[in-house]
């Protein structure tokens, strides 16, 4: 069974930065498309980016492009997510999400929660005005 840690969440000013890990254990991590989702206070859970097994592929939603930054490290298992220039609207607790890869990723795939397998607790990210 694939297990999803979140880390690194938390309180930032508008304009600041966080940095955002995923931690996986329990499966073939170098083999999983990793994704980040968000679900703000009242909303859906929305996508945010997403990155191929082999990290030559990424996605991103068109309200973060510019601004957040998806990256793997397959020799630790892990998922980074480097958030710059903080908005408010970008206040929603954060999720991990894997799932199994099948040759080249494509976009509604990557953007699709249903079809991600696994799926971490998430962390909580608040930008203050």
């Known amino acids: 069974q694939v297990q999803l840690v979140e880390s690194g969440g938390g309180l930032v000013q508008a304009g600041g930065s966080l940095r955002l890990s995923c931690a996986a254990s329990?499966?073939?991590?170098?083999?999983?498309?990793m994704g980040w989702f968000r679900q703000a206070p009242g909303k859906e859970r929305e996508f945010v980016t997403a990155?191929?097994?082999?990290?030559?592929?990424?996605y991103y939603a068109d309200s973060v492009k510019g601004r957040f930054t998806i990256s793997r490290d397959n020799a630790k298992n892990t998922v980074y997510l480097q958030m710059n220039s903080l908005k408010p609207e970008d206040t929603a607790v954060y999720y991990c999400?894997?799932?199994?890869?099948?040759?080249?990723?494509?976009?509604?795939?990557?953007?699709?929660?249903?079809?991600?397998?696994?799926w971490g607790q998430g962390t909580q990210v608040t930008v203050s005005s």
């Open positions: 999400a894997a799932q199994n890869s099948y040759g080249a990723l494509l976009a509604v795939v990557a953007k699709g929660s249903q079809y991600y397998n696994y």
């Open positions: 329990g499966g073939t991590f170098s083999s999983y498309t």
């Open positions: 990155i191929a097994w082999s990290g030559d592929k990424t």
